[in-house]
């Protein structure tokens, strides 16, 4: 549970460190829908790591209500993610999000349909997703990447 906690701390330090606009972390934690969908997702993981699928895919699915952002229970988030102006943002069940990445509004990592294990993609650390760009399929991003607005990867 600490652990949790500590974690969504940094997360919101991160939020504040990375917004200009964000004046305090207390601001990050009252009104910052990109810190909520994380609030939610992480409580939705772990109830999906230890099999409580129904549970978690709720948690989920009130935290899309209350943000606009759809994260699967599924989904592997690193620490300190960035989503800014996250209406709109998908991130599919077997994604995997690494350290310190941003991703902007419209943003879809996600599947083609095509896939049957691994449906989603792996993206790096310190990686920039820019607005309204998908990236789909089981394909990996490296490192340090920056896929700009309106991208299909």
């Known amino acids: 549970m600490f652990s949790v ?48 699928k129904f549970l978690a895919r709720l948690f989920s699915q009130l935290g899309r209500f209350f943000t606009g952002i759809e994260i699967h229970p599924g989904a592997t988030i690193g620490k300190r993610l960035f989503i800014d102006h996250g209406m709109g943002v998908v991130i599919g069940e077997t994604a995997i999000v690494g350290d310190d990445c941003c991703i902007y509004h419209g943003a879809t990592l996600g599947g083609t349909g095509k896939d049957s294990k691994k449906r989603h993609p792996r993206i790096g650390n310190n990686v920039m997703v820019g607005t309204g760009a998908k990236v789909l399929g089981p394909i990996t991003i490296g490192d340090s990447v920056k896929i700009g607005a309106g991208a299909f990867v």
């Open 5 to 52: 906690i500590k974690g969504l701390y940094r997360d919101a330090k991160n939020i504040k460190q990375k917004d200009p606009a964000a004046r305090s972390m207390f601001e990050v934690v009252l009104l910052y829908q990109g810190f909520h969908i994380l609030v939610w997702h992480r409580i939705a993981h772990g109830l999906y790591k230890i099999n409580l």
